[in-house]
């Protein structure tokens, strides 16, 4: 089993920064793959960002390219989600999540944090 605890979210005004935490503990691998999604009020759950554990290879959605970027600390355990230039359409619950790199499908989930970005 992995768990996966997020932080850092809260209330930042349009063009603020944020940086999301998600600390991973138990059964952590280095061939996982982590990744951020998030999930407004009333939307389906959307991919953010993602990057593997070991060879630091990144993905990110188009709605956030050039102003999110993700990032690791093997020694910490921990993934990063660095946001600038929010906009209130950026806010909602991101989720902390990881799957196998062979796997297409994330397994563990963290509880969530929230971001609201006011105009």
């Known amino acids: 089993q992995v768990q996966l605890v997020e932080s850092g979210g809260g209330l930042v005004q349009a063009g603020g920064s944020l940086r999301l935490s998600c600390a991973a503990s138990?059964?952590?691998?280095?061939?996982?793959?982590m990744a951020w999604f998030r999930q407004a009020p009333g939307k389906e759950r959307e991919f953010v960002a993602a990057?593997?554990?070991?060879?630091?290879?990144?993905d990110y959605a188009d709605s956030v390219k050039g102003r999110f970027t993700i990032s690791r600390d093997n020694a910490k355990s921990t993934v990063y989600l660095q946001m600038n230039s929010l906009k209130p359409e950026d806010t909602a619950v991101y989720y902390c999540?990881?799957?196998?790199?062979?796997?297409?499908?994330?397994?563990?989930w963290g509880q969530g944090t929230q971001v609201t970005v006011s105009s």
């Open positions: 990057i593997t554990w070991s060879g630091g290879s990144v």
């Open positions: 138990g059964r952590t691998k280095s061939s996982y793959v």
């Open positions: 999540a990881a799957r196998g790199v062979l796997n297409s499908l994330y397994h563990y």
